[in-house]
Structures are given as structure tokens and as C-alpha cells.
């Protein structure tokens, strides 16, 4: 496979949110398999496009890729020796010297970065009401890709939601999730024109691999659409820990604009792993700052 085909399959993998590490070659030292600028792609389940090498300096690339698409952890540079027959390569941990022990069983060394690329933050939006329009506008002022989904050709249009990056008219009595499948990076908000829409979205929604489900409502409204999921299903939503209902953060909201910001804020608490607190100084630090 030539580069231009691997980052066309790259780019082809990227567009359907696929989660991969693209592990080139930048160095190597003695005997290697192939020179720096080698690239292959690693997915999930450690099947792989182009090659750096074969053999066990390969087999340990695609197991360190396949770790670091387990883990949370972000592009990295790891380094390999390698037998003088070629039989075998281990990891040099981060900083190591070499022992001398090992350099003389060595036949080479290889650099390797691989480089995680993951499907960014999206936010996936059940409802294009004056509330929907509201969080898709500032969702778009902060850089977070948009979808939505509405069953109704007046709501769902591109004009009303010029920030999205996709706008959906789906019948979600027949496909709740309007073709949608919400992954581990996604956030889901539920703000349908109907309790019973609510209901179906939110089921199908907790069964996908969603990072954060959100559903606007008041405590009563919430409680019965939680207990009929309960009832019919056997499971008690509220023990999943990705569930946010009613929705958004307390910060005294009323119009459509402030239900948005508390829904954005909590959106943005959670992505962020921030924390609930003020960042202004004390009074004393204050004072002293200015002495």
C-alpha cells in the first residue's frame, strides 16, 4: 500500500468515526525492518493497513496500539529493540538507558510514534424546538460538532440550525435514534415535542455506547418516564451513571437561552472533567496579590 492509499484509508476512517492509531517509523538504529517514514494504521481488535516491518517488532506495535485504544491515553513515541536474529522486540520504557545486556542481544533499534486518533466530542440533539435551537448555537460557539434529529420538516431544516453539522427530519416513532448510533465520545440530549418520544429516545439512546445521556423535564415528568422504562425493561435507568435527568446544571434558568447554557455547562463540566466551583480568588489572596 502506497502512503496516498493509507491516508486516503485514513481520511476514510476519520470521516466514520472510527477510532485507529496511525504508527509511523521515525528512526532506526542498525538493523530494522523497514526505514523511517513506514506507517500502518491499527484498529481496535489489532487488524491492520500497511506494515512496519513485520514479525514481532509489528506484533508488539499493534499490541502497544491496541492499548492505547483501550486507555484513555493520547499519541506517543515508544521505542524497540530488537533481536540480533529477529526473533523477538521489546519496549525500551520512556527515558531507559540501554543495559548492556541488552545492547548485546540487539540487532536493532526503532522508533515508532503512534499517533491516536479518536472520534472528537459530538453532540447528538433529539429536538429542534426553540431549547434545541438554543443549545445548537452555542454548542456551535464552542466547537462542538452538532447533529439533529426532529420528526418534523418545519423544525429540522438547515436555516434554523446553521451551526449543526448536520440536521436530520427522522420519524423517531419508527427509529428513535433517527440513524443515528451515538459512540463513547457522544453526548446525547433528549429534548423532544412529546413525553412519549422522550421515553423511546432515552431507552434507545442508554443502550448504545453514549459518553453522556441528558433528558430536559421536570422531576415528576422524569420520575414517570423513568419508572415506565423500569417496568418494561427490568432495569432501573437511574443506575446508569451516564444518565443526567432532569438535565443541566442548577444556575436558576428559565428561557429557552439559560435552559441551553445550563445544558451546555454541564455538557462542558463533564468533557472537560472540571470541577463545580468559582475561580476567583479569595479576598485575602486578593489583597495580598495586589501588595
Known amino acids: 500500500m502506497t502512503d496516498a492509499e493509507l491516508f486516503q484509508e485514513a481520511a476514510r476512517r476519520t470521516a466514520a468515526r472510527e477510532p485507529f492509531v496511525l504508527c509511523t517509523v521515525t528512526a532506526t538504529v542498525r538493523s530494522a525492518p523497514r526505514d523511517a517514514g513506514a506507517k500502518m494504521l491499527v484498529d481496535p481488535k489489532g487488524s491492520i493497513v500497511g506494515t512496519v516491518g513485520?514479525?514481532?517488532?509489528?506484533?508488539?506495535?499493534?499490541?502497544?496500539?491496541?492499548?492505547?485504544?483501550?486507555?484513555?491515553?493520547?499519541?506517543?513515541?515508544?521505542?524497540?529493540?530488537?533481536?540480533?536474529?529477529?526473533?523477538?522486540?521489546?519496549?525500551?520504557?520512556?527515558?531507559?538507558?540501554i543495559s548492556e545486556e541488552l545492547g548485546m542481544k540487539c540487532g536493532g533499534e526503532v522508533t515508532v510514534f503512534l499517533d491516536v486518533v479518536r472520534p472528537s466530542a459530538r453532540l447528538v440533539l433529539y429536538g429542534a424546538g426553540h431549547v434545541g435551537e438554543r443549545v445548537a448555537s452555542i454548542a456551535g460557539e464552542v466547537g462542538l460538532s452538532t447533529v439533529v434529529v426532529d420528526d418534523r420538516k418545519d423544525f429540522a431544516t438547515d436555516d434554523r440550525f446553521p451551526k449543526a453539522s448536520e440536521v436530520r427530519c427522522q420519524d423517531l416513532t419508527a427509529q428513535?435514534?433517527?440513524?443515528?448510533?451515538?459512540?463513547?465520545?457522544?453526548?446525547?440530549?433528549?429534548?423532544?415535542?412529546?413525553?412519549?418520544?422522550?421515553?423511546?429516545?432515552?431507552?434507545?439512546?442508554?443502550g448504545t455506547a453514549a459518553r453522556y445521556v441528558g433528558l430536559i423535564g421536570s422531576k415528576r415528568k422524569v420520575a414517570v418516564i423513568?419508572?415506565?422504562?423500569?417496568?418494561?425493561?427490568?432495569?432501573?435507568?437511574?443506575?446508569?451513571?451516564?444518565?443526567h435527568a432532569p438535565i443541566g446544571l442548577k444556575l436558576g434558568d428559565k428561557t429557552p437561552g439559560e435552559i441551553a447554557i445550563s445544558i451546555?455547562?454541564?455538557?462542558?463540566?463533564?468533557?472537560?472533567?472540571?470541577?463545580?466551583?468559582?475561580?476567583?480568588?479569595?479576598?485575602?489572596?486578593?489583597?495580598?496579590?495586589q501588595a
Do not use: N, W, Y
Not at 180 to 197: K, M
Not at 264 to 279: M, N, P, Q, V, W
Open 54 to 97: 513485520g514479525g514481532p517488532l509489528e506484533a508488539v506495535v499493534i499490541q502497544e496500539a491496541v492499548q492505547l485504544l483501550k486507555g484513555e491515553g493520547g499519541s506517543c513515541e515508544r521505542r524497540f529493540m530488537l533481536t540480533t536474529a529477529g526473533d523477538a522486540a521489546e519496549v525500551i520504557p520512556p527515558g531507559a538507558p
Open 176 to 206: 428513535p435514534l433517527g440513524g443515528v448510533i451515538p459512540g463513547p465520545a457522544d453526548f446525547v440530549v433528549i429534548l423532544t415535542r412529546c413525553h412519549a418520544l422522550d421515553e423511546s429516545v432515552l431507552e434507545a439512546a442508554l
Open 226 to 243: 423513568l419508572r415506565s422504562i423500569a417496568r418494561r425493561t427490568g432495569r432501573d435507568p437511574r443506575a446508569d451513571e451516564r444518565l
Open 264 to 289: 451546555l455547562a454541564e455538557i462542558l463540566l463533564i468533557k472537560s472533567r472540571g470541577e463545580l466551583a468559582h475561580s476567583r480568588l479569595p479576598a485575602r489572596d486578593a489583597f495580598l496579590k
